[in-house]
């Protein structure tokens, strides 16, 4: 008991390892996989970003399913190691489409293979492994906040060194090596299987010394439940039919609203899905009043992660594209910015820990919708930042690395917010019998986030350059322009045709380069796009909509919160 009243139980750092490697795999793979579509694929910015969005919105949609075969049949560790063994066949798929890159239609066929795997892996490992953090810990007890932040920098320590290892393997300038860079996350994804079989039954105990995850959580009783009985949910026929018919009725409205195949799932099953789980009968008043929490703050969430995850798609474009990456004379690959966020997570959660600890002697600690509503706001502030790093600026310029690296710092600070709080949130409000269900609905909201990213991110700008810069330049040198139209488009008289990126064929000089590009970018102009009414025509302007959205959300999340702290009925 000592341990259990001192410190963390050993059981938490063994989840944390398991979690940093399989995190490293995740984000390893995430850093380069934009990259690769558009350069060793060569796919243009806008269906480079929907590939994306699509991959993560489903990566974070498949919890959900992970969730209920755990709590109804598997049982946490049984599905941890399914999904973590699918996951290291996922990405040796990935590999295998890096390595036959140069025969498109062969490179394709792996990609959707190690996707499909990676994403139906990702669902049966990420909400059980998170859902036994807080078993670990007693009923009520305090630390929960503390252990699923400590949990966090295991996630964020993993995030950290994967885009500089996978990175620095594979974002080499040569499309040949992403496969290297495939293949370290592959082998991270192992070394989380074998830590997590090797170390489990020794260290995931509950207080009592029982082991966790061996039994469905539909068969595990409440602390405060002395009966013994099988905590059963009671859905009928008729609930279960209504709720397939609205998810048809969701899913047709979405595709003819133009979200496509997987966004129409994605964003029905969003909204079905939970309808269903809070129309079981056997929950109490109380019960239903803590998971409308749980799907009100997970709702705003979703603006916070939509946002957030262009650090995978638009931001790593911004960072290939019009940031200089010289440092020290060498140039830093585009993929290590997405470490930046990571390791700012591991040095300052701690003091974040401190914080909210500080806060709560005092009786002074928010509670977490108050929390997240700040998280929000930082993340407004982050993209108000670089909004007016890059008003201005031509297209062909390229600003100083201070406006992303302040932008990511900003972003960890909400982050830190948000994400772990949210966790334990969850974790607290959830009816034991829909412990990982529910942890499940949480990072279906993120799966929501994710595939409105992709979306967001296709109005990333699109630069048209004149198709005479265009001709003079490929007939002097030998560049390979990467364009997303196959025909010139007339404005004002004037020939224009988009372009994704200037790459060269053969070794030039930096003062070569740099006059090959502001030759081609001469006389260039930003192609309109408008979203809902919203006109982007500048990268001003593509993140000032960030700016709005996280900030709306913020705004009205925050004076919704006493509300939602008195439906929590005394949970904090």
Not at 259 to 284: E, M, N, R, W, Y
Request: proline fraction near 3%; glycine fraction near 10%; aromatic fraction near 16%.
């Amino acid at each position: 008991m000592s341990e259990v009243k001192q410190g963390h139980p050993k059981g938490l750092y063994v989840l944390f390892v398991t979690e940093m490697w399989e995190r490293f795999s995740y984000y390893g793979m995430r850093a380069i996989f934009v990259l690769f579509l558009t350069k060793a694929l060569l796919y243009d910015k806008t269906f480079g970003s929907e590939i994306y969005g699509s991959y993560t919105g489903l990566v974070y949609l498949t919890p959900l399913i992970g969730g209920y075969m755990a709590d109804r049949y598997w049982g946490n560790r049984k599905s941890i190691i399914i999904g973590g063994i699918m996951m290291a066949i996922g990405q040796f798929f990935m590999f295998m489409s890096g390595s036959f890159f140069q025969n498109i239609d062969v490179a394709r066929i792996f990609m959707l293979v190690g996707l499909t795997s990676l994403i139906v892996g990702n669902g049966f490992f990420k909400p059980n492994i998170s859902t036994m953090v807080g078993q670990l810990y007693p009923k009520g007890d305090k630390r929960i906040d503390s252990a699923f932040t400590i949990f966090y920098m295991g996630i964020n320590l993993g995030a950290f060194f994967a885009p500089l290892v996978c990175g620095f393997l594979g974002d080499t300038g040569n499309p040949g090596d992403f496969k290297w860079g495939f293949l370290a996350a592959g082998i991270g994804m192992i070394m989380s299987l074998i830590l997590f079989i090797l170390l489990k039954d020794k260290y995931i105990v509950t207080p009592e010394g029982e082991p966790i995850g061996t039994t469905p959580n539909s068969k595990r009783l409440p602390a405060d439940i002395d009966t013994v009985k099988e905590v059963n949910s009671e859905f009928s026929k008729a609930q279960i039919f209504t709720w397939v018919a609205i998810e048809v009725i969701l899913f047709t409205l979405f595709f003819f609203l133009g979200q496509g195949v997987i966004g129409s799932f994605i964003f029905s099953l969003s909204i079905a899905g939970p309808g269903f789980i809070i129309s079981d009968k056997s929950l109490t008043k109380i019960e239903k009043e803590r998971i409308w929490v749980i799907y009100i703050v997970a709702f705003f969430v979703i603006f916070f992660w939509a946002a957030f995850e262009q650090a995978g798609a638009a931001l790593t474009f911004f960072a290939e594209e019009q940031t200089n990456r010289n440092l020290f004379g060498t140039e830093i690959p585009a993929s290590y910015f997405q470490s930046i966020n990571a390791v700012a997570i591991v040095i300052f959660a701690s003091i974040f820990v401190a914080i909210w600890g500080f806060l709560g002697k005092r009786n002074m600690e928010p509670a977490s919708p108050y929390k997240q509503s700040i998280g929000l706001f930082l993340l407004a502030i982050g993209y108000l930042v670089i909004a007016f790093g890059v008003k201005g600026i031509e297209p062909s310029t390229k600003v100083g690395m201070i406006w992303l690296v302040s932008l990511y710092m900003i972003h960890t600070f909400g982050e830190l917010c948000l994400s772990p709080i949210g966790l334990s949130m969850v974790n607290k409000l959830a009816p034991v019998k829909f412990a990982s269900l529910l942890m499940g609905v949480w990072f279906l909201s993120t799966a929501s986030a994710n595939k409105f990213a992709g979306t967001l991110s296709s109005f990333y700008p699109e630069t048209m350059v004149t198709v005479a810069a265009v001709e003079a330049e490929q007939t002097a040198h030998a560049i390979t322009l990467c364009s997303k139209l196959d025909k010139a488009e007339p404005i004002d008289g004037t020939q224009y045709i988009s372009i994704d990126l200037v790459s060269f064929a053969d070794a030039k000089s930096k003062d070569e380069k740099a006059a090959i590009v502001a030759n081609v970018f001469k006389g260039s102009l930003i192609k309109k796009k408008s979203f809902v009414g919203y006109t982007i025509d500048s990268l001003y302007s593509f993140f000032m909509l960030f700016v709005v959205m996280a900030g709306i959300a913020s705004v009205i999340l925050f004076f919704l919160s006493k509300k939602l702290v008195k439906m929590m009925n005394g949970v904090v």
